[in-house]
Structure formats: C-alpha cells, structure tokens
C-alpha cells in the first residue's frame, strides 16, 4: 500500500481538473484547472449559495439587454470566481447553439474574452469551449491565430482529433464515459477498465499524438467510474467529477502510469490526415461518434434555454 493517495499519485504526471461548477469541491481538492459546461453551470446557478451571481449578471448586463448577453456575462463570473480558486485555466463554453456556424463561434467567442480582459482576467488563463464539428474546429482554428486557446468538447472520434491536431487547437476533450454509454446500451454488454471502449478510444489519441509531435493536449473527460481514470493515467489532463475526485482521495492503492509520451513515440502508427469531405464521411461512419456529438449539442443548447428562462423569471 501506498502512503499517498491516488489522487496525489495521478497529479505526479497527469493535470488533474475539476469537473464542476460548485466552489467548495474546487478548494476541497485542489485542482490545476477546471471545467464548466452549460450542463454544470445550470446546476450550480440553481443553488441558493450561488443566486449572488446571477443576480450580478443581470446587474451588469443591465435592464434592457438581450438574454445571450446576460448569459456571456454569468459564464465569465461564475469563470472569475473560478479562477480565484484553482491557480490553472478555466474553461468557459461558447453557446451550443451555434455549434454548426463558423463565424457566429469566432464573434461569440471574440465576445467572452473580451469580457474576461475587461474584468482584468488575462486570455492565458481561459480556454473556449466549442463543440467538435467541422465548423466549430475551423472557428478555433482562426481563434488560436488571434491567441484565443480553445478547448474542443464533445469529442468522441479520431478523425475529430486529428482534424483538431492539425488546426493546432490548445486542448480537446475526448467523451470517456459517453462512449463506455453508447457501447453499453448497443450491445448489452459490461466493459472492465482495460476493455473500455472510452479508455481505447483516449489511448489511441494520446499515443498519435505524442508519436507525430502534436501539441495538443489530450484531457480525458466525461467519467463514469474511477477505473476509467486510472486506465488513463499519464493522460495530459483528465478533468474528473468531484465524486470521482473523492474517490481517488480516499484510496492509498499504488497507482501505475499507463500513458507513457516517451513509449508513444516508438508506436507503428500512419499519419492521417482530413479535408472537409473526408471528415465528415468518416464521422459519419462512425455511429457512436455522429449521436454522441448532436446528442450532447442538443442536450447543452437546452441548458442554456433553461439558463435563459431561469433569469428571465429572476428579471420579472
């Protein structure tokens, strides 16, 4: 047995960040950076401890301004306070309704920062949020020429990691646990750690990756049990629910690196590489990829229409 944690064992050479958008798991656990998702946000918001900042968004947007303003202005509080938290980056999500539209996720995103920079918060210390279509790799693409760094989410495939590699996006954000979802229900079966669908699926991106010399960073998410994570140890960064978090913190068991970038390099991989066209017949192909990635757009674009009507109620 070991004298530390597996916490503290994974954070010897892996980013660990926090998966919420509630403070005190934040301060509880000590993350680098963390992540937040309408999902999340919409949750936190809901809590009583919390209404401070909505009404603070409401206050700054002003009377008169549009729903999507007032939402710009509560992701990047709710990011602030984040960020007095964790001493890393934040990651604030451009509204998932624009997921299919270039331009409008440049200007969104163009938006946020600004408001970030204006409240004295330097761009080094966000990562945009987009959803991993061709369009919304193409908005980070131009993003990161401007020093905009984006986090591409709802990720589930390779060829949406290679086409991200090759636009040079900071970070992505590979679906773990929403993969292991999708091959569960399509046949039946329970997967082990080492089988896990999720976990292969990381595996292999990280190990392109650091065979070719990509910079991205791979940032495994979206867990479902703690064995997804330690299968994945030596990842980059793996942003991990608080449950999962005290999980880790509770056991002393010896944890193994498993991702390893100097043994990665020596992998007998072919270099890949996707246009337009092809990305999307290859994601197509990919079933679990095409209804992970509209279903987790659908179900973020309804958070933020409740996120909409929570504070249209709070101004009534």
Same mark, same amino acid.
Request: aromatic share 8%; with cysteine; glycine share 6%.
């Given at each position: %047995?070991? /004298?530390?944690?597996?916490?503290?064992?994974?954070?010897?050479?892996?980013?660990?960040?926090?998966?919420?958008?509630?403070?005190?798991? %934040?301060?509880?656990?000590?993350?680098?950076?963390?992540?937040?998702?309408?999902? =999340?946000? =919409?949750?936190?918001?809901? %809590?009583?401890?919390?209404?401070?900042?909505?009404?603070?968004?409401?206050?700054?947007?002003?009377?008169?301004?549009?729903?999507?303003?007032?939402?710009?202005?509560? =992701?990047?509080?709710?990011?602030?306070?984040?960020?007095?938290?964790?001493?890393?980056?934040?990651? $604030?999500?451009?509204?998932?309704?624009?997921?299919?539209?270039?331009?409008?996720?440049?200007?969104?995103?163009?938006?946020?920062?600004?408001?970030?920079?204006?409240?004295?918060?330097?761009?080094?210390?966000?990562?945009?949020?987009?959803?991993?279509?061709?369009?919304?790799?193409?908005?980070?693409?131009?993003?990161?020429?401007?020093?905009?760094?984006?986090?591409? /989410? =709802?990720?589930?495939?390779?060829?949406?990691?290679?086409?991200?590699?090759?636009?040079?996006? $900071?970070?992505?954000?590979?679906?773990?646990?929403?993969?292991?979802?999708?091959?569960?229900?399509?046949?039946?079966?329970?997967?082990?750690?080492?089988?896990?669908?999720?976990?292969?699926?990381?595996?292999?991106?990280?190990?392109?990756?650091?065979?070719?010399?990509?910079?991205? #960073?791979?940032?495994?998410?979206?867990?479902?049990?703690?064995? #997804?994570?330690?299968?994945?140890?030596?990842?980059?960064?793996?942003?991990?629910?608080?449950?999962?978090?005290?999980?880790?913190?509770?056991?002393?068991?010896?944890?193994?690196?498993?991702?390893?970038?100097?043994?990665?390099? /020596?992998?007998?991989?072919?270099?890949?590489?996707?246009?337009?066209?092809?990305?999307?017949?290859?994601?197509?192909?990919?079933? %679990?990829? /095409? #209804?992970?990635?509209?279903?987790?757009?659908?179900?973020?674009?309804?958070?933020?229409?409740?996120? #909409?009507?929570?504070?249209?109620?709070?101004?009534?």
């Amino acid at each position: %047995m070991s /004298t530390t944690t597996q916490l503290d064992q994974l954070k010897q050479f892996t980013v660990v960040v926090a998966d919420t958008g509630d403070f005190a798991s %934040m301060r509880q656990f000590a993350p680098r950076d963390a992540t937040t998702n309408p999902s =999340l946000i =919409l949750k936190a918001a809901a %809590m009583p401890e919390y209404a401070w900042i909505i009404d603070q968004a409401i206050k700054e947007a002003g009377a008169t301004a549009a729903l999507p303003v007032v939402i710009d202005r509560l =992701l990047v509080l709710f990011g602030q306070e984040i960020l007095k938290i964790v001493p890393g980056r934040v990651s $604030t999500e451009v509204d998932a309704r624009l997921s299919f539209d270039t331009a409008a996720t440049i200007a969104k995103a163009r938006e946020i920062i600004a408001l970030y920079e204006k409240a004295g918060t330097p761009r080094e210390r966000i990562l945009i949020k987009i959803a991993s279509t061709w369009e919304g790799i193409k908005a980070a693409e131009q993003l990161q020429k401007e020093k905009i760094n984006c986090n591409l /989410t =709802l990720l589930f495939s390779f060829p949406q990691a290679v086409a991200c590699a090759e636009s040079g996006i $900071t970070l992505i954000s590979p679906f773990v646990g929403r993969i292991l979802d999708w091959h569960k229900k399509s046949t039946g079966k329970d997967f082990s750690p080492t089988e896990d669908p999720g976990v292969k699926s990381v595996t292999q991106v990280y190990t392109y990756y650091k065979r070719f010399g990509y910079a991205t #960073e791979v940032m495994g998410a979206s867990f479902r049990n703690k064995g #997804e994570i330690t299968e994945l140890a030596g990842c980059d960064l793996l942003t991990i629910a608080p449950a999962l978090l005290g999980e880790l913190k509770a056991s002393t068991d010896p944890l193994v690196r498993k991702l390893d970038p100097v043994a990665a390099k /020596t992998a007998d991989l072919k270099k890949v590489s996707f246009d337009e066209k092809g990305f999307r017949f290859a994601l197509n192909e990919d079933a %679990m990829a /095409t #209804e992970k990635t509209s279903e987790g757009i659908r179900v973020f674009a309804a958070d933020i229409v409740k996120l #909409e009507q929570l504070i249209a109620q709070k101004r009534s």
